[in-house]
């Protein structure tokens, strides 16, 4: 039985993409042979590894098979291996393939029924409409997406929307494969910097702290903005009176503790008002960039309800704790982790990680990790530590998705009724903290203490997505008003220090810059909506397009270009596209639904736009495999690319007068359109079709 009868015409399997259709002929091909020479051998050992061909006289895609020829393989010289597939492909007779070819050393070229196989590319695009490059094989699964996770201690900053970005494009890629994504925003809300703004609260109250530009809020500042001066008084305070960290320890404890006092400040509650407030200020400045959450989940509630303590006793009578009573860290309880004593700075930072209570009994970060990756996973459930949340609507965000909150009894929800079902929430198959590159030995020291409390497969579907930190070009650092007289070429931030620049004084400049660039084309002001959608497609572009291993450095100008590698490019491209249709609409031309007749050949440029249409959905289901958002962007950036190389090399679509021709390309651009809406959305961008 020859392969021959198994296989479809392409234009009749409309779940295929090229790709999936070539790779099934291969296979089937590859059966016979083996069948034939007596070879006993799993195909699926064999690396199918079909890519564009080198040049255009060789076909349209490559196969080269001189991997397969080794003795531990097929045990043949490759180019006959080729030579003999290349024969039994043909006598498939597919329609979707004009010529196969052979080329040294070993390869097998397809030169593919271009028109037919177009027509088939465009009616699965149609088809699918809005729903195509999505996938099912995540159905079933949840998974947890941890992003933004700001301390609840100031305005958001530069380097926290590359976190928000990153995050909120996996959670929107995971999505599209089918799997329920939980997008979570960890309030730390009890750390040492929201007690440096309570100290700082305090003692302006008590007159004993001056803040640069007058101790009230300034005219037109918001709340986070005006902490974010206070944190930086505070931290000069420190340096001037070093006594004044004695009233932070006893904040930290009291926030930790979360009691109220019988008498003085009540610092757990103002650290409470004071988060509620910043955190509302954060959600309104990501909403700005469409980035949405499904809960908040607070430090304090993993304090207050006592799991943090449960965490800690299943280490200690594990034996999994040491207490040291010398060195430094005399008096912490730490979780012993790697060989050998700290030898140099970066080995005494790394011994940070692992203590989990200080010697003056407050919990570090990675202790509180812990307990709250026990809780992400559903490990809470377990009656040896029985802990349970409540949950309670925060509000409706700005794309209609409702927000819920984490709370305990102890605490106040706000002003919201609607209760969750609590298990609703956590219980995940799979957890992505996405955390930047700095806190990375931190992460490892989570995922090894559930390994080490038996959590092995939770330990193992633990992910972390590390990234570099953001710097400045100088150009942009002068304009965002920072001194930039030393001459450098990039500016890093140190929050502490008061070098920073905040998330919404960089998407207010980009909206102001984007009004000036526009305004030297001569054209008529865009509107605000539109300004702001641009604005917003350049930052989150940038943020996720590079390496994440790879510090970036933000510069304004290169990243709002109307042309090349940025996120307005591609928006322009989109809105192009919507543009031939309304012109043709316009005209008074009815786009047809169904290609009746085909072009007899396809010129270059429609063929290589359509060949990148038609691979969206694997590059989708790759990129978010990998968990790499650049991956997306890289395929966003080149569907943009080769829309605009159509549009320069072929004749305008109005002005076309063979009716074939005109009906396959007008068609092309509604294909165009839906796909470009589809990766468009998934990278987080609102589709502009007017500019």
Same mark, same amino acid.
């Given at each position: 039985?020859?392969?021959?009868?198994?296989?479809?015409?392409?234009?009749?399997?409309?779940?295929?993409?090229?790709?999936?259709?070539?790779?099934?002929?291969?296979?089937?091909?590859?059966?016979?042979?083996?069948?034939?020479?007596?070879?006993?051998?799993?195909?699926?050992?064999?690396?199918?590894?079909?890519?564009?061909?080198?040049?255009?006289?060789?076909?349209?895609?490559?196969?080269?098979?001189?991997?397969?020829?080794?003795?531990?393989?097929?045990?043949?010289?490759?180019?006959?291996?080729?030579?003999?597939?290349?024969?039994?492909?043909?006598?498939?007779?597919?329609?979707?393939?004009?010529?196969?070819?052979?080329?040294?050393?070993?390869?097998?070229?397809?030169?593919?029924?271009?028109?037919?196989?177009?027509?088939?590319?465009?009616?699965?695009?149609?088809?699918?409409?809005?729903?195509?490059?999505?996938?099912?094989?995540?159905?079933?699964?949840?998974?947890?997406?941890?992003?933004?996770?700001?301390?609840?201690?100031?305005?958001?900053?530069?380097?926290?929307?590359?976190?928000?970005?990153?995050?909120?494009?996996?959670?929107?890629?995971?999505?599209?494969?089918?799997?329920?994504?939980?997008?979570?925003?960890?309030?730390?809300?009890?750390?040492?910097?929201?007690?440096?703004?309570?100290?700082?609260?305090?003692?302006?109250?008590?007159?004993?702290?001056?803040?640069?530009?007058?101790?009230?809020?300034?005219?037109?500042?918001?709340?986070?903005?005006?902490?974010?001066?206070?944190?930086?008084?505070?931290?000069?305070?420190?340096?001037?009176?070093?006594?004044?960290?004695?009233?932070?320890?006893?904040?930290?404890?009291?926030?930790?503790?979360?009691?109220?006092?019988?008498?003085?400040?009540?610092?757990?509650?103002?650290?409470?008002?004071?988060?509620?407030?910043?955190?509302?200020?954060?959600?309104?400045?990501?909403?700005?960039? @469409?980035?949405?959450?499904?809960?908040?989940?607070?430090?304090?509630?993993?304090?207050?309800?006592?799991?943090?303590?449960?965490?800690?006793?299943?280490?200690?009578?594990?034996?999994?704790?040491?207490?040291?009573?010398?060195?430094?860290?005399?008096?912490?309880?730490?979780?012993?982790?790697?060989?050998?004593?700290?030898? @140099?700075?970066?080995?005494?930072?790394?011994?940070?990680?692992?203590?989990?209570?200080?010697?003056?009994?407050?919990?570090?970060?990675?202790?509180?990790?812990?307990?709250?990756?026990?809780?992400?996973?559903?490990?809470?459930?377990?009656?040896?530590?029985?802990?349970?949340?409540?949950?309670?609507?925060?509000?409706?965000?700005?794309?209609?998705?409702?927000?819920?909150?984490?709370?305990?009894?102890?605490?106040?929800?706000?002003?919201?009724?609607?209760?969750?079902?609590?298990?609703?929430?956590?219980?995940?198959?799979?957890?992505?903290?996405?955390?930047?590159?700095?806190?990375?030995?931190?992460?490892?020291?989570?995922?090894?203490?559930?390994?080490?409390?038996?959590?092995?497969?939770?330990?193992?579907?633990?992910?972390?997505?590390?990234?570099?930190?953001?710097?400045?070009?100088?150009?942009?650092?002068?304009?965002?008003?920072?001194?930039?007289?030393?001459?450098?070429?990039?500016?890093?931030?140190?929050?502490?220090?008061?070098?920073?620049?905040?998330?919404?004084?960089?998407?207010?400049?980009?909206?102001?810059?984007?009004?000036?660039?526009?305004?030297?084309?001569?054209?008529?002001?865009?509107?605000?909506?539109?300004?702001?959608?641009?604005?917003?497609?350049?930052?989150?572009?940038?943020?996720?397009?590079?390496?994440?291993?790879?510090?970036?450095?933000?510069?304004?100008?290169?990243?709002?270009?109307?042309?090349?590698?940025?996120?307005?490019?591609?928006?322009?491209?989109?809105?192009?596209?919507?543009?031939?249709?309304?012109?043709?609409?316009?005209?008074?031309?009815?786009?047809?639904?169904?290609?009746?007749?085909?072009?007899?050949?396809?010129?270059?440029?429609?063929?290589?736009?359509?060949?990148?249409?038609?691979?969206?959905?694997?590059?989708?289901?790759?990129?978010?495999?990998?968990?790499?958002?650049?991956?997306?962007?890289?395929?966003?950036?080149?569907?943009?690319?080769?829309?605009?190389?159509?549009?320069?090399?072929?004749?305008?679509?109005?002005?076309?007068?063979?009716?074939?021709?005109?009906?396959?390309?007008?068609?092309?651009?509604?294909?165009?359109?839906?796909?470009?809406?589809?990766?468009?959305?998934?990278?987080?961008?609102?589709?502009?079709?007017?500019?």
């Amino acid at each position: 039985m020859t392969a021959h009868s198994e296989v479809q015409p392409m234009a009749a399997s409309q779940t295929e993409d090229i790709y999936e259709y070539l790779t099934l002929l291969v296979k089937q091909a590859i059966r016979t042979y083996l069948e034939k020479e007596q070879i006993e051998f799993d195909i699926e050992q064999l690396p199918i590894d079909l890519r564009f061909s080198a040049q255009a006289s060789f076909g349209d895609y490559s196969m080269p098979v001189m991997s397969w020829a080794g003795k531990k393989r097929l045990g043949r010289p490759p180019l006959p291996i080729a030579e003999a597939l290349a024969n039994i492909l043909r006598t498939l007779n597919s329609s979707a393939i004009q010529e196969i070819t052979v080329t040294k050393p070993a390869y097998i070229n397809f030169r593919l029924n271009r028109p037919n196989i177009g027509k088939a590319i465009i009616e699965r695009i149609l088809e699918a409409g809005p729903d195509f490059g999505q996938n099912e094989i995540g159905i079933g699964t949840k998974v947890i997406v941890e992003h933004t996770a700001i301390n609840s201690n100031k305005a958001a900053h530069v380097g926290h929307l590359r976190n928000s970005c990153i995050g909120d494009t996996v959670v929107r890629m995971l999505r599209s494969q089918g799997y329920t994504v939980e997008a979570e925003n960890y309030i730390d809300d009890s750390g040492v910097q929201v007690a440096d703004v309570v100290v700082g609260l305090n003692l302006l109250q008590q007159g004993k702290l001056e803040l640069p530009g007058g101790n009230d809020m300034l005219p037109g500042e918001t709340f986070d903005y005006y902490c974010s001066r206070i944190y930086v008084a505070v931290g000069k305070a420190y340096e001037e009176q070093p006594e004044l960290k004695d009233l932070r320890r006893t904040i930290l404890h009291a926030i930790e503790q979360g009691e109220e006092p019988t008498s003085g400040p009540d610092y757990p509650a103002q650290a409470s008002d004071l988060s509620r407030q910043i955190v509302q200020a954060h959600l309104k400045t990501m909403s700005r960039l @469409n980035i949405s959450y499904d809960l908040l989940t607070w430090e304090s509630a993993i304090l207050h309800a006592g799991l943090w303590q449960h965490t800690f006793e299943m280490l200690r009578q594990r034996g999994l704790l040491e207490k040291p009573e010398t060195g430094p860290a005399a008096g912490c309880w730490i979780l012993p982790f790697g060989d050998g004593e700290a030898q @140099n700075n970066e080995e005494n930072e790394r011994m940070q990680d692992k203590i989990l209570v200080r010697s003056d009994g407050t919990a570090t970060y990675t202790a509180k990790d812990i307990a709250n990756q026990l809780w992400k996973f559903g490990l809470t459930d377990d009656p040896a530590i029985g802990v349970q949340f409540h949950y309670a609507s925060w509000g409706i965000q700005h794309d209609g998705r409702k927000l819920w909150t984490m709370f305990t009894p102890q605490s106040k929800p706000g002003t919201a009724n609607e209760k969750g079902d609590p298990k609703k929430f956590g219980h995940a198959k799979r957890v992505i903290n996405v955390i930047d590159v700095r806190q990375s030995y931190t992460q490892q020291v989570v995922y090894e203490s559930l390994r080490r409390l038996g959590y092995l497969e939770q330990a193992d579907n633990s992910k972390h997505i590390g990234y570099e930190v953001v710097t400045l070009s100088r150009a942009t650092a002068a304009r965002l008003g920072i001194d930039t007289s030393d001459g450098r070429e990039f500016y890093a931030m140190s929050g502490r220090k008061g070098i920073e620049i905040k998330a919404d004084d960089l998407i207010n400049t980009a909206i102001e810059r984007m009004r000036e660039v526009h305004k030297q084309t001569g054209k008529p002001d865009l509107p605000e909506e539109t300004t702001a959608a641009l604005a917003a497609s350049a930052i989150r572009y940038f943020m996720v397009r590079f390496n994440l291993q790879q510090i970036i450095t933000l510069d304004m100008d290169e990243a709002i270009r109307p042309s090349g590698d940025t996120g307005v490019y591609i928006q322009y491209a989109y809105a192009r596209a919507n543009s031939i249709q309304r012109r043709l609409q316009e005209e008074g031309y009815a786009i047809p639904e169904h290609l009746e007749v085909l072009p007899e050949q396809l010129e270059q440029s429609e063929w290589e736009l359509l060949r990148h249409i038609d691979a969206y959905p694997r590059r989708l289901a790759e990129a978010s495999e990998q968990l790499a958002p650049p991956l997306l962007a890289s395929y966003a950036y080149d569907l943009a690319a080769h829309f605009t190389d159509f549009y320069e090399h072929t004749t305008a679509i109005v002005k076309e007068t063979n009716e074939h021709v005109k009906a396959f390309r007008a068609i092309l651009v509604v294909a165009t359109i839906q796909a470009m809406n589809n990766v468009l959305r998934v990278m987080g961008f609102e589709p502009l079709e007017r500019i």
